[in-house]
């Protein structure tokens, strides 16, 4: 079973950037596709954006999209999502997540971290 480790949440001004991390072990991280997810409080959590085994194709919220980018480095285990124009709407916990291709229901989970946008 993979671990998950997010990392690189903080504060940050609306129409600035962030980039976080999801490192991963324990598993081959390249029979995963990885996911980001976010709960902000008093509400579910929601899909953000999802990457390919390879990286070669992504798939977004329409919330997100245009302003935000997922990849992952297969050699260094790890996952990344770029924010850029954040609003103070896509203030949330997020989540980085694991799961086999042809299952939808994604099995490993990081700790979270706290993305908090400033208007």
């Known amino acids: 079973q993979v671990q998950l480790v997010d990392s690189g949440g903080g504060l940050v001004q609306a129409g600035g950037p962030l980039k976080l991390s999801c490192a991963a072990s324990?598993?081959?991280?390249?029979?995963?596709?990885m996911g980001w997810f976010r709960q902000r409080p008093g509400e579910e959590r929601e899909f953000v954006a999802a990457?390919?085994?390879?990286?070669?194709?992504?798939d977004y919220a329409d919330s997100v999209k245009g302003r935000f980018t997922i990849s992952r480095d297969n050699v260094g285990n790890t996952a990344y999502l770029q924010m850029n124009n954040l609003k103070p709407e896509d203030t949330a916990v997020y989540y980085c997540a694991a799961r086999f291709d042809g299952f939808t229901k994604y099995h490993s989970w990081g700790q979270g971290t706290q993305v908090t946008v400033s208007s």
């Open positions: 990457v390919s085994r390879s990286g070669g194709t992504a």
């Open positions: 324990g598993g081959t991280f390249r029979n995963y596709i």
